[in-house]
């Protein structure tokens, strides 16, 4: 069989079989008796063609000299062994094969016509460099050691893919240099040595058809399928690149090569033991055959507790060879075998995947025919489950991991440029755990505060102006619903309640109060909705009505949630759209200095940062550094003000927003609260920034009442010259830059309980300007220069 064969290399292939013949000679010559006869037949029968003795250039004449060849070899080939040994007349790296055995033949003819024998990962350049090593081991004496495993990948008749691993017998081969040859001295081998991926410098030393191999191999074929699978498997679970995304076809091919089983499925079911359920593994491509398409689902819907019990314990297999005979001898088990049917599953493993006491779940095999999996072949499990076992608790642990990081990231305030000193913390406290000492306050002291906010204007009075229309809507459709229903069957019930809805939307038309909403809804449900659920079936007309109320209303609530769910729609999306540009900006902020930084969201986004040297003493710190982040919000909180200027066209609710910055010039520490797991102000004197920080933006400009908030404007509230010096700067910079508008607004705020004197300015915020680029203070200055 001749298959793909590689470009070129250093030998030139010549078959000939002249040491076979010398051999017989030897045999004619020196024995007597039948061998000796046998012998001088086949030299008599191959004397016509000295072509065998001196060398077959045309590969063609191999199939014109079939017959003889086969003859010459039949010592090497034994009749008796040709239905067991996978072997063949080869030239060594060659994809060239004959004189194959019945097995070999039986083997080529099930993978068909059009398949295409190679070795495998065996490219040109792995070719050209093995055929230099056999040279320089064969005629110099080298000793390099080249042989790597070699395998041929063949399908059978199932498409199942079978590995073959090849050895190769070249005693009857020898190598004749040509006048090509180059002669390689000790200090070529040792640069070869050195560079087995520079082919240039072994076609070099050895050019192309440099040499010529005369003679013939043998190659012999191990069926290797269930320890290559193997491998393959170990290989594939160890990569780790990326858990989410297996080949699942690779995957099954694995399996299916082990079991040598051509549809075999493959899946995975997690077990929540505290639970009790069967849960979809948290692995995006894997598939349930126990949960087939859900998320969960109850154990005892599949097992008894007896049985999950005992494969915990026992960490058996659960093995089903024969689903339709499982009916009958177990009639009280039929729902989880009419489960299986449903899936065309006729024979099953399920093997538990257990590590320290841990039930993680099943690996399940499925075949759709019954007996292909059964007791005796679940025991190959057993070379493969140890691998199975220890991936599945590393990506159990590494989700853990990835829960934690979230945790940390969304739902902690342990922001990652203080996470040293919690670290820091942690092993001192670990490493004097035997004293059961408290965990000490972490504080940061002299740090300068800068705190901001994009907050939603009059939230609470949209959300108020949502609930009534949501609950208008409602109580107009259900008049609408009980009146028709007046119509049909005048009965006095029906009346009270047409008498109480029009109470309830006279109600609405006042200013909602703060009990109206649950009142409402709470008649609605207990008497409102009974009502019409008796009526549902009185006459189609009815029903009809009934139904199309019932279909406009939330699935959960039970109420109608138009208005409601676009308000909460848009804050939603307001919220998350500035988080995440706050975020992302954050990220650029912490190349300057590292600071701490923690964001809220409530209606609209706040956020603080605190930057100073004990937040990270690693770093000399310089006053230049709160400038440059000052300027820095600044120029960011017009940036979110633009972004919502260009998000407001898209949303469902028609909101506004306001801008304030509070700058605060005194260094206060901040002290992480362990009952409250958050950071805080510390000390008496300090907590008058936290004051401010609640009150300032619902104040008014004193004197008057008006809110020193304005849509379309920032508002930077402070207390000293110096500050108002210090911004008035970075406007006049960002005014350059097309941020702010032109006119900046001068004022007091009112006093509010306990603090005084605090004064704020107020510039128009350009909106519809590109500016992606981060300004920093030394941007500011030398603008400010250049002026």
């Known amino acids: 069989m001749e298959a793909k064969q590689y470009k070129w290399g250093p030998l030139v292939p010549r078959l000939s079989f002249h040491k076979v013949l010398e051999a017989l000679e030897d045999i004619a010559k020196n024995e007597t008796g039948y061998r000796a006869e046998y012998a001088q037949a086949l030299l008599n029968h191959a004397a016509p063609y000295p072509e065998l003795r001196d060398g077959i250039e045309d590969m063609g004449l191999i199939q014109t000299h079939e017959g003889l060849i086969r003859n010459l070899l039949a010592d090497l080939f034994p009749t008796a062994l040709t239905n067991n040994e996978i072997k063949a007349v080869t030239i060594p790296f060659y994809n060239l094969t004959f004189n194959h055995t019945a097995r070999f033949t039986k083997i080529l003819s099930n993978a068909g016509s059009d398949f295409d024998m190679a070795i495998r990962d065996f490219d040109n350049h792995h070719f050209y460099v093995f055929c230099c090593c056999l040279i320089l081991n064969s005629h110099y004496g080298y000793n390099f050691d080249f042989n790597k495993p070699l395998f041929y990948d063949i399908p059978d008749e199932d498409g199942v893919m079978h590995h073959y691993r090849i050895t190769y017998n070249a005693d009857f081969m020898e190598l004749v240099a040509t006048d090509k040859a180059v002669n390689i001295t000790a200090e070529d081998v040792n640069l070869l040595m050195d560079n087995f991926d520079n082919l240039d410098i072994w076609q070099e030393k050895f050019p192309p058809d440099s040499w010529l191999v005369k003679g013939f191999g043998i190659v012999s074929l191990y069926d290797a399928t269930t320890e290559n699978a193997i491998g393959s498997l170990k290989d594939s679970l160890l990569n780790n690149d990326n858990k989410e995304n297996k080949d699942t076809e690779s995957f099954e091919g694995i399996f299916r090569s082990i079991f040598r089983i051509p549809d075999l499925r493959v899946g995975f079911t997690e077990v929540n033991t505290e639970d009790n359920l069967f849960k979809l593994a948290p692995f995006l491509g894997v598939k349930s055959h126990i949960l087939n398409g859900i998320n969960e689902m109850d154990c005892d819907a599949m097992f008894c507790s007896d049985d999950l019990d005992e494969i915990m314990h026992d960490r058996k297999y659960f093995v089903i060879s024969d689903v339709e005979r499982f009916i009958e001898e177990n009639p009280t088990e039929t729902a989880m075998a009419q489960h299986l049917l449903s899936q065309d599953i006729r024979s099953l493993i399920l093997a538990p995947i257990i590590k320290n006491d841990r039930f993680y779940g099943f690996i399940e095999l499925v075949s759709a025919r019954a007996k292909d999996l059964n007791t005796i072949n679940a025991n190959k499990l057993e070379f493969v489950t140890p691998f199975i076992t220890d991936t599945i608790e590393r990506y159990y642990s590494e989700l853990q991991n990835e829960v934690d990081a979230i945790i940390q990231n969304e739902y902690t305030a342990i922001h990652h440029s203080v996470y040293w000193k919690f670290r820091e913390e942690a092993l001192e406290h670990l490493q004097s755990r035997n004293n059961r000492e408290a965990f000490k306050d972490i504080v940061f002291r002299e740090v300068y505060p800068l705190y901001g906010q994009l907050d939603v ?331």
Request: aromatic letters at 10%.
């Open 457 to 787: 204007k009059g939230s609470s009075t949209a959300r108020n102006d949502s609930t009534e229309k949501d609950l208008m809507l409602q109580v107009q459709t259900l008049l609408s619903v009980f009146r028709y229903i007046f119509e049909q069957q005048p009965l006095p019930l029906v009346e009270q309640h047409i008498f109480e809805l029009e109470s309830l939307e006279d109600k609405l038309r006042d200013p909602l109060k703060a009990d109206t909403e649950a009142t409402i809804q709470t008649y609605i449900i207990n008497e409102v909705h009974p009502v019409l659920n008796h009526f549902s079936s009185s006459n189609p007309a009815v029903t009809a009505r009934i139904k199309e109320y019932f279909n406009s209303l939330d699935n959960k609530l039970h109420m109608v949630y138009q208005s409601r769910k676009d308000f909460d729609r848009t804050l939603s999306a307001i919220n998350k759209q500035m988080a995440n540009l706050l975020d992302k900006k954050q990220e650029q902020a912490q190349l300057f200095f590292p600071h701490y930084y923690e964001r809220f969201k409530t209606d609209g986004v706040e956020h603080n940062l605190y930057i100073g040297a004990s937040i990270s003493p690693k770093h000399p710190y310089n006053p230049l550094y709160l400038n440059n982040l000052r300027l820095w919000q600044l120029q960011v909180m017009c940036e979110m003000e633009n972004e919502y200027y260009r998000l407001k066209p898209s949303l469902p609710y028609e909101l506004d927003v306001t801008s304030l910055i509070l700058v605060f010039s005194s260094a206060i520490s901040i002290r992480f609260r362990m009952d409250e797991k958050r950071f805080d102000v510390d000390g008496t004197y300090n907590a008058r920034y936290e004051v401010v920080k609640k009150r300032i933006d619902k104040s008014n400009i004193k004197g008057t009442k008006e809110r020193i908030t304005q849509k379309g404007k920032i508002t930077i509230v402070y207390t000293q010259r110096k500050e108002e010096t210090e911004y008035r700067r970075y406007i006049q910079f960002l005014q350059h830059k097309g941020l702010l508008g032109n006119v900046v607004e001068s004022f007091d705020v009112e006093d509010l309980q306990g603090v005084t004197g605090l004064k704020a300015l107020r510039v128009a915020i350009n909106y519809g300007v590109d500016n992606t680029g981060t300004y920093t203070y030394d941007d500011l200055i030398k603008e400010l220069q250049t002026k």
